[in-house]
């Protein structure tokens, strides 16, 4: 299926999860926010994790994979948290599991597998589901021309599961224009900003996502994607994915560096990347590290440090104020 098909399909389906209502609805060219029951995404099976694995559309890959986690169990393999990737003894396994071809199509007729005959072979399409029985067809030499293909024929027969389809429930969906809907949950950055004239006389930091729909719309309408004015307080920095952050931890103070001749080694312990942005919270990792495991969040409020910026000869230079 090509990446254009493959998009057509998406629309299709999420439009069919749409209430009678909304459907209707749809034809409307203002842009507007529709819940979705639930539609699904192609994810590779080396990224699944167990939580997954309930989900995955199909109903017999998913038995078929929930069997294989209930054997590894037994059998002792230990298993992460149900959100964190799988054993690899899982991934062996799964390679194993093949999706049986039921039904092909000769000569755009679409007929049961085990009435096909050798001859047939030929004409099966598409040609790389013709190849797998072709393939399989050396394993019967002796098989007639004209002889319906033997039960023997299709065990352990079938395509092999490299990807799968997961339902994803609950997401909120907006309508672009008619038919066409994009998700919105995906964060471009997050903007930091100094609350001013606090009771205490603390300093309070707060944090404003924008998602990838609103800075597209910045960018659109020739607006600042960093919007920085926010009522009562004062702009610090914007945060996003793969950004560089300087963090004040352990005893180490970004305010005491001489920037004039930095101490790279005692700065590399205390960089860290920007993995992940979310309402309240930014996740980090450490610069060396990639381990998505071994990443840690922090709240705004929570965050000492400053933003850095490495260029291509390894340099590190200050873009932002502190944060104290």
Not at 56 to 80: C, M, S
Not at 112 to 127: G, H, L, M, Q, R
Not at 156 to 162: A, D, E, H, Q, R
Request: glycine share 4%; aromatic share 8%.
């Amino acid at each position: 299926m090509s990446r254009a098909t493959e998009k057509t399909a998406f629309r299709v389906r999420c439009m069919k999860t749409l209430s009678t209502a909304q459907c209707a609805n749809a034809t409307a060219r203002t842009a507007k926010t529709a819940t979705i029951k639930s539609y699904t995404v192609r994810k590779p099976i080396s990224k699944l994790t167990e939580s997954m694995v309930g989900d995955i559309a199909d109903p017999y890959i998913r038995t078929a994979f929930q069997t294989i986690i209930e054997k590894l169990k037994a059998q002792g393999v230990k298993f992460r948290e149900s959100y964190k990737e799988l054993p690899k003894e899982f991934y062996q396994a799964a390679k194993q599991v093949k999706m049986p071809i039921k039904r092909v199509t000769i000569e755009g007729k679409r007929l049961s597998a085990n009435t096909i005959t050798p001859n047939d072979i030929p004409k099966i399409e598409p040609y790389f589901i013709r190849a797998f029985f072709e393939k399989r067809l050396q394993d019967f030499p002796s098989l007639a021309p004209d002889q319906p293909l033997p039960d023997a024929f299709f065990e352990n027969f079938g395509v092999p599961i490299k990807h799968v389809r997961i339902h994803q429930r609950l997401q909120t969906m907006r309508e672009l224009r008619p038919s066409v809907f994009i998700e919105t949950g995906s964060n471009h950055h997050i903007e930091i900003f100094r609350k001013l004239n606090t009771k205490k006389g603390k300093t309070k930091y707060t944090g404003r996502i924008v998602t990838l729909l609103e800075a597209a719309k910045r960018k659109r309408l020739k607006q600042p994607i960093i919007n920085k004015t926010m009522d009562g307080h004062e702009f610090v920095m914007s945060l996003m994915i793969d950004e560089m952050f300087l963090m004040s931890e352990d005893g180490f103070d970004v305010q005491k560096i001489d920037w004039a001749k930095p101490d790279y080694k005692t700065i590399s312990k205390h960089l860290y990347r920007v993995q992940k942005t979310t309402e309240g919270k930014i996740t980090f990792c450490h610069h060396l590290d990639s381990e998505a495991e071994n990443s840690f969040s922090k709240s705004p409020n929570t965050l000492r440090g400053i933003k850095v910026k490495v260029d291509v000869l390894g340099r590190i230079k200050p873009v932002s104020e502190p944060m104290v």
